[in-house]
């Protein structure tokens, strides 16, 4: 038998990190709802700074680690450049009104359709499939730009990406399920909608995506769901557009937020705001704007046809008053509203230069 | 029996809807928002937490003024709407909501204040509110 080792002394413990925590003896109780980011905005847990020094992913409330390297060359450390106030009960509906481009679609009940009604949708989900790869992109890359500190903000973010992910695949499998597949592409990636992903600013790239691209959006996916053939587009273009109204809601708080609290920087927005008018909304920038594979595509399917294309475009026509008259209202809602009463905005004009 | 519209009827929905779990996926769930129903006269107000419609009242136009949103249709558009979900199990594809409100030129779902945010509501939540109405489908349904 041998002697047994002396192993004194070799495994002292070092537990002094059980005494570097953040606030302590705290306990988050659920609400109604389970318990969400909001129930657990507790103490100093819950305190946002206006202006972040975390450069080193540091989780907002744990006790700082002296030497630590900077792992994040943040860009986004102001609150005011991103901040929402319902950025918590964003990220929990994002999560909790999921669903699942395989089981939630019912791909059994699309039927053989005309070639022209076939083509149209298939040069439809080939444009939606290109703008949602812009839209999953650009939120993913503010992500990693903004201090962990102002995470709600991200997470949100982050479920978006998520959304447009499973936007890009639904389309795709629309086009490949009914013996048509993807058409030409549009060249939305290029242009204004392409331009949104320049931005230099977090507040210049959210009102370019989420007010007024996705805000045109929403209406083409609820237009969609109108000219729906089948049960299948009816599903996937519904829940699409409920997808795309929070990432609107993102836009319109976000707006909200900042032109409270930096009010010096409304009349930069107003001139994002200018641009996003003279393109995306009202002019050749918005893909339901007259003419092109996009827009014809929808004047054919909301005709019901080739032939009764003049039918669909007047119908088309109509559908954009309504998009523009919810836009208008959305920027009221943002805090923008004068735009509309000072003669700064030609939305209306444009509109109808353009129709 | 319930007769639409009335408190009993929205009750009877509610129940069948709050006991249905496969409504609180596939894109339903979450829904918190005050909406209005007005056929013809006749003024209801229903309250959305969480996964369930939690409260349905009669109400007058004034209440319209605190709402997200309501939804207005004549009394003969509502019962079409309904009796084609009963027909069908369901909104057929030219009786959703959504199809019901592009089809109108100012649309199905309004507001008072004007907020679009709020009245965004009605798109943001939408799939909830058609398996809402859905749910009629099994009740029985009096005018």
Known sequence: ?355 | MAKFPSVRWFDAVREVFNGDESVQGGGGGYCNCIAGMKVGKDVFVLTFEGVECTEAVKADDAALDDVDFYLDMAPADWREMISNIHSNNGADRHHTLNTLDLEREDGLATSHHGDQYREDLFFRYNQTFQYFFNASARIRTDF
């Open chain 1, 1 to 355: 038998m041998s002697e047994a080792v002396d192993t004194s002394g070799e495994h002292e413990l070092d537990l002094s990190w059980m005494d570097q925590k953040g606030p302590w003896d705290t306990k988050a109780e659920e609400s109604r709802y389970g318990l969400t980011l909001a129930d657990i905005q507790i103490g100093e847990y819950g305190e946002t700074p206006d202006v972040s020094d975390n450069l080193t992913g540091r989780p907002r409330g744990s006790a700082p680690r002296p030497g630590s390297y900077r792992i994040g060359n943040y860009a986004v450390r102001t609150k005011n450049e991103i901040w929402l106030d319902n950025a918590s009960f964003l990220y929990e509906e994002a999560l909790q009104r999921q669903w699942s481009s395989a089981t939630d679609v019912p791909w059994h009940t699309i039927e053989p359709l005309p070639d022209d009604i076939e083509q149209a949708e298939c040069q439809l989900a080939t444009f939606f499939t290109e703008v949602e790869f812009v839209a999953g992109d650009v939120p993913a890359r503010w992500v990693s730009e903004t201090t962990p500190d102002f995470f709600e903000a991200r997470q949100v973010l982050l479920a978006q990406v998520m959304d447009e992910s499973r936007h890009m695949d639904v389309f795709r499998k629309r086009a490949m399920a009914n013996g048509g597949g993807l058409m030409q592409a549009t060249g939305a990636t290029s242009g204004f909608v392409g331009s949104i992903d320049l931005s230099r600013d977090f507040t210049e790239m959210s009102s370019r995506l989420h007010l007024s691209g996705e805000g045109a959006v929403l209406t083409m996916f609820r237009m969609g769901e109108l000219m729906a053939q089948n049960e299948a587009e009816k599903a996937m273009y519904r829940l699409c557009a409920q997808d795309e109204a929070r990432h609107v809601a993102f836009g319109v708080m976000h707006m909200r937020y900042m032109s409270a609290a930096a009010p010096e920087r409304r009349e930069e927005i107003h001139c994002y705001l200018d641009e996003a008018e003279g393109q995306i909304v009202s002019g050749v920038g918005n893909p339901a704007a007259r003419g092109g594979p996009v827009g014809e595509s929808l004047a054919i399917l909301l005709g019901g046809g080739k032939d009764k294309f003049d039918e669909g475009m007047n119908m088309l026509t109509a559908i954009r008053r309504r998009q523009f008259r919810e836009y208008k209202k959305r920027i009221v809602s943002a805090g923008f509203g004068e735009r509309f009463e000072n003669g700064r905005s030609r939305l209306m004009e444009m509109f109808e230069e353009a129709a």
